[in-house]
């Protein structure tokens, strides 16, 4: 008798919050749109993208979604219009019971600006896209210049950049990246006035901590100007040219 009598109350339990659920979530017909709430991501890394610019281009493609019915409103045609964006990753859009249409954006981040001998120059993201230079605001990103083209960027830059990016030291070390026509790469540094010669960038990161273990035993001692060139090509050895 008590099993069944539990049983009873666990039913009647689950079936009103059933019923609770499908009260408090459901959109009084009719409902009209009454604000566009817009969240751009990413604004610390990146400003490519202004709440003017979103709602500009929703209008180009004629969505409008203030004072309509919210039942109306496509989400997915407004994520359809943001995502052809040169510098947006991702838009993702949803409705809430208050009547606002929610947006948020998220944009690219690019780590490197792309400066090549031949045809145009453009960002490579952190995901490993490309982006247009075309933008309304300018990132201090490490600059590639030389004998760049796009599949050697996305295979062999953009590794590197992400590297850079994620490296607090490399990061502010290295200023630019300059491809030479073999594809052998020499870095630019901030400090110091020399060149770093990478070779290939096969295994840069062991190159660079080679070159790092140098950086704190010799050149803190001998001074930052003492060389012109410093060579990491080769496995255990780092070969100076002086000035």
């Known amino acids: 008798m008590k099993r069944i009598l539990l049983s009873a109350v666990l039913l ?14 459901r959109k009084p017909e009719g409902q009209v749109c ?5 969240v751009i991501k990413d604004s610390v890394y990146a400003g490519f993208v202004t709440r ?8 180009k493609k ?3 979604p203030l004072g309509k019915t919210l039942d109306l409103i ?7 219009a943001l995502d052809g964006h040169p ?3 991702r838009a993702e ?4 019971l208050s009547g606002s249409l929610c947006i948020e954006v998220h944009q690219r981040i690019p780590i490197i600006r792309v400066m090549p001998d031949k045809g145009k120059g453009y960002y490579i993201d952190n995901q490993g896209a490309l982006m247009p230079l075309d933008a309304r605001c300018v990132p201090h990103v490490v600059v590639a210049t030389g004998n760049v083209d796009k599949d050697f960027a996305r295979r062999e830059l953009y590794p590197f950049g992400a590297f850079l990016q994620k490296d607090p030291f490399w990061s502010a070390q290295v200023e630019q990246i300059h491809v030479l026509a073999d594809r052998r790469v020499e870095l630019v540094p901030r400090v110091g006035n020399h060149i770093i010669y990478m070779g290939t960038l096969e295994d840069f990161e062991r190159k660079l901590e080679r070159l790092y273990t140098f950086y704190a035993k010799g050149l803190s001692r001998v001074g930052w100007n ?3 060139r410093i060579s990491v090509e080769f496995d255990n050895q780092i070969i100076c040219t002086k000035r």
């Open 87 to 89: 510098f947006m990753r």
């Open 226 to 228: 003492k060389y012109a």
């Open 62 to 64: 004629g969505i409008d």
């Open 52 to 59: 003017e610019e979103v709602v500009g281009l929703l209008n």
């Open 74 to 80: 496509s989400t997915e045609d407004v994520e359809q």
């Open 34 to 38: 009454k604000e566009v709430k817009l």
């Open 93 to 96: 859009c949803y409705k809430t």
């Open 12 to 25: 009647i339990v689950i079936a009103y919050l059933a019923a609770a659920v499908t009260v408090f979530n």
